[in-house]
């Protein structure tokens, strides 16, 4: 009896040790994503993009989608602080996501609702920069005669 005793509480050399009866792990839990996994599973599975789908697939593309949201959260993030505001907003999002090389060639043709644009003024419509010390009278004639 105390063999099956010393079971429950040892476990095996593969990590694979008697579980306690009752709680079970979800699979987002067991790959320490916060993105479900089985909804995206069943997605995959609902959406018929292929045949079959393996268990890794839904386990990566929830990586992948967690890691782009954190990204652009990120940035999105900063770019609130800069605009001294607390909350994101789908500007700072716009502004997070045109600032950033990669993101903004992923998403070049993706609008934003309420994103707004890039402050951009172009070189030619900007005024000329004069210096006064090196103007001739020739230069500096005006209509006014």
Request: aromatic residues 2%; proline residues 3%; hydrophobic residues 35%.
């Amino acid at each position: 009896m105390a063999d099956k005793g010393d079971k429950k509480e040892k476990a095996t050399k593969g990590g694979r040790g008697v579980k306690k009866a009752g709680k079970s792990t979800s699979r987002s839990a067991k790959a320490g994503l916060q993105f479900p996994v089985g909804r995206i599973a069943s997605l995959l599975k609902k959406g018929r993009y292929a045949s079959r789908i393996g268990a890794g697939a839904p386990v990566y593309l929830a990586a992948v989608l967690e890691y782009m949201c954190a990204e652009i959260l990120e940035l999105a993030g900063n770019a609130a602080r800069d605009n001294k505001k607390t909350r994101v907003i789908p500007r700072h999002i716009q502004l997070a996501i045109r600032n950033d090389e990669e993101l903004n060639k992923l998403l070049s043709n993706v609008t934003i609702a309420s994103g707004g644009v890039l402050p951009n003024i172009h070189q030619v419509l900007l005024p000329k920069k004069s210096d006064k010390a090196g103007k001739t009278e020739k230069g500096s004639a005006s209509q006014e005669v």
